[in-house]
């Protein structure tokens, strides 16, 4: 993410810090992982507006309109966000299967398995691995 936030306009900033947020307010339990990759996400991209107003759907309409390169990252996230936190809700589910409607990409629950065996196995997680992953 720092590495390309020189490439991410402002919407695909807020889109991005607030869809994580969203998924905090929808696990129903400030898990620390959120609380911390919230906090590093508003420190890296450092958004004009240090506020959170989560509005997820006008941050859907805002993901349709992204460049192909920032709706992938802002999928990678979210992704790797509902991963870290632990057990997937059902409504946290919800928000992976819009945001990935809104990018025009189908979303594949077994990738959220198979990065979670990662992630547990100590293996890092990568945007490639995160789009790709397929349970054996």
């Given at each position: 993410?720092?590495?390309?936030?020189?490439?991410?306009?402002?919407?695909?900033?807020?889109?991005?810090v607030e869809g994580v947020g969203e998924l905090l307010v929808r696990n129903q339990d400030a898990h620390p992982t959120y609380v911390y990759l919230l906090a590093r996400l508003m420190e890296t991209l450092?958004?004009?507006?240090?506020?959170?107003?989560?509005?997820?759907?006008?941050?859907?309409?805002?993901?349709?309109?992204?460049?192909?390169?920032?709706?992938?990252?802002?999928?990678?996230?979210?992704?790797?966000?509902?991963?870290?936190?632990?057990?997937?809700?059902?409504?946290?589910?919800?928000?992976?299967?819009?945001?990935?409607?809104?990018?025009?990409?189908?979303?594949?629950?077994?990738?959220?398995?198979?990065?979670?065996?990662?992630?547990?196995?100590?293996?890092?997680?990568?945007?490639?691995?995160?789009?790709?992953?397929?349970?054996?």
């Amino acid at each position: 993410i720092a590495a390309a936030r020189h490439h991410l306009g402002e919407s695909a900033r807020r889109v991005m810090v607030e869809g994580v947020g969203e998924l905090l307010v929808r696990n129903q339990d400030a898990h620390p992982t959120y609380v911390y990759l919230l906090a590093r996400l508003m420190e890296t991209l450092a958004p004009s507006d240090s506020r959170i107003t989560v509005d997820w759907p006008a941050r859907l309409r805002e993901l349709e309109k992204l460049t192909p390169e920032e709706q992938s990252l802002v999928l990678w996230v979210l992704t790797v966000a509902s991963v870290l936190g632990g057990g997937l809700r059902r409504t946290q589910r919800e928000l992976l299967e819009q945001a990935h409607a809104a990018a025009g990409e189908s979303f594949q629950p077994t990738r959220l398995t198979e990065l979670r065996a990662r992630l547990m196995r100590g293996e890092s997680l990568s945007a490639a691995n995160a789009r790709h992953a397929t349970i054996p």
